[in-house]
């Protein structure tokens, strides 16, 4: 299959390393609205300036967008979808109504086929969702993030006055975890589920006290949790915060039995060195699943519920029955 | 939709339950080719004889097949899926291509569809090495079980001449899952992923270290493990084992990145109080999804791998886009 990539900030590089370890894939090119020329492009393909994509109507297979969810994939999806067929990781969980309408729309007057919200939440964790859900109806569902990186946290951190970069940690509570994991269906709190770590480098000089009051009361983002801030040196910040990892764990504990008499736990769970790059792979794993359902004459918008397992996999129905089954 | 049930074993039994507990559920009626008098029948739903199946050839929308995979599913999927929409828990992994081959043939020619090898493993384990693999290509894959009983050593320990009971259960090394779970990816040797705990009432004057010699010795069973036999009374193994607990995990370690750098670790794990009434729940959860295939037009044999999960579901694709993704 031949593969577009729209965007290349931290998710386009790690679809251009995913893409080119894909055996049946091929990268034909870098779509950017910088100056084409500005790109460092680790693979050599060709980059080229996003008003070139009409010229590349027919040419790709699949076109993978790696904007962000909050101003480009509501525009770019839609627009796109007429052209080509299109995978995103638009994550706005509360938007996705919206965006799938316009999306669909879209793509089913072209004929083309869209999938949104690929990744692993919204993604692989939705899945596991449905999946745990269907099987256990007399249960509850616990999503826990970390300890991972939360980009959108370390963002809000840097627009305050004083600082001069940050990185915040998402981490569950384990005590948490574990009363989920032992089977109990606990009532927790936004407080006690998860804890929010700060790593802070401050401008010289800057009132510290002021920036931690401002990252602690912070709302929707810190003001409900409970937040540690620690003022770092930037060579600190580097050393020890220059990666992306991320994780975290989808439980669902139900009962089964004509008196709810056995306890039953689902749990599915991600430790990521990298956060983009995984992400990356599902979206690359969504773009094989979605060549194959457009050659079958599928199109309109799509989730990853809408998904069969076996159109993820490089492998044969047969093979997958024969050795993965 | 309307539910039969062919066979009432643990798994019957656990498939009633669960048609019981689902809201969009009827059972009209279980199967047995025992006296149908002389079943004791939880939820007091009709019994019937197997051969009055013929009769219900219209009034099921799919029949749950709860035979054993050794004899039993190979000659009763294939023959029923001639007249019903049909789900089986065919676990001889080897065993697939032909067991698929035959009922596909069967289904293809009736028009029915017929899900083969539902439940956990082959089921939501196959599911999950699937998803994992075609995300992370680069990788390996790991599957433990339990601690859980498995039925069939149990079996197999009860042949043995001066065993009145026994009850075995499989448990997963914990040095190999932390070293797996750790983001490594070692070569394991049967013996270095599970060991077996066997719990055994034996006759008044046997000759216990006969017993337990022929149990370590015996091929395929228990000879590639350490093994430990234990003696007990009666009492105790109904007091202390007398529960069908299983469970396991899939975990799939691999790396992404230009050299390799990240370790990406994905794990799927169960902890399961009843396995048959889990396994069972599995099951009406996919006869969902075959009964809404089969009213879209889709017949011939499928397994876990071809279901979308959308199809699970009883909420609706709306619901489950704005609630669970």
Not at 16 to 27: G, K, M, S
Not at 120 to 130: A, E, T, V
Not at 223 to 246: C, K, N, Q, S
Request: aromatic share 8%; proline share 5%; net charge negative.
């Amino acid at each position: 299959m031949k593969i577009g990539i729209y965007g290349y900030g931290n998710l386009g590089r790690g679809v251009e390393c995913a893409v080119c370890h894909a055996a049946d894939a091929e990268l034909v090119g870098i779509f950017t609205r910088r100056d084409p020329a500005s790109l460092q492009v680790k693979s050599g393909v060709p980059v080229y300036a996003a008003e070139e994509l009409p010229n590349f109507k027919d040419k790709l297979d699949v076109l993978i967008l790696c904007g962000g969810s909050a101003t480009d994939l509501p525009v770019m999806t839609p627009a796109l979808a007429a052209d080509f067929n299109v995978v995103d990781s638009f994550d706005t969980h509360a938007a996705v109504p919206t965006h799938f309408a316009a999306v669909d729309a879209a793509a089913e007057k072209s004929g083309h086929i869209a999938l949104i919200s690929a990744g692993w939440d919204p993604g692989l964790f939705s899945i596991n969702r449905l999946y745990a859900a269907a099987v256990l109806p007399d249960g509850a569902d616990y999503t826990f993030w970390g300890r991972g990186v939360s980009q959108g946290h370390s963002d809000a951190i840097r627009r305050i006055d004083g600082v001069v970069d940050a990185r915040q940690y998402t981490v569950p509570v384990a005590a948490a975890l574990e009363a989920v994991r032992g089977g109990e269906q606990p009532v927790l709190s936004t407080r006690e589920k998860h804890t929010r770590e700060c790593y802070v480098v401050a401008e010289e000089g800057a009132d510290r006290a002021r920036i931690e009051r401002e990252i602690k009361e912070m709302p929707n983002y810190f003001a409900d949790y409970d937040t540690t801030v620690t003022f770092v040196t930037a060579e600190e910040l580097a050393r020890e915060h220059g990666g992306l990892p991320h994780g975290g764990a989808v439980i669902r504990t139900g009962v089964t039995g004509w008196d709810g008499e056995h306890r039953q736990v689902i749990e599915y769970g991600l430790k990521l060195d990298s956060n983009p790059e995984f992400t990356a792979s599902v979206l690359v794993a969504y773009a094989r699943a979605i060549h194959r359902m457009h050659g079958r004459g599928v199109c309109g918008c799509k989730t990853v519920f809408d998904v069969a397992p076996v159109d993820l996999s490089p492998l044969s129905p047969e093979e997958l029955r024969a050795h993965i089954l």
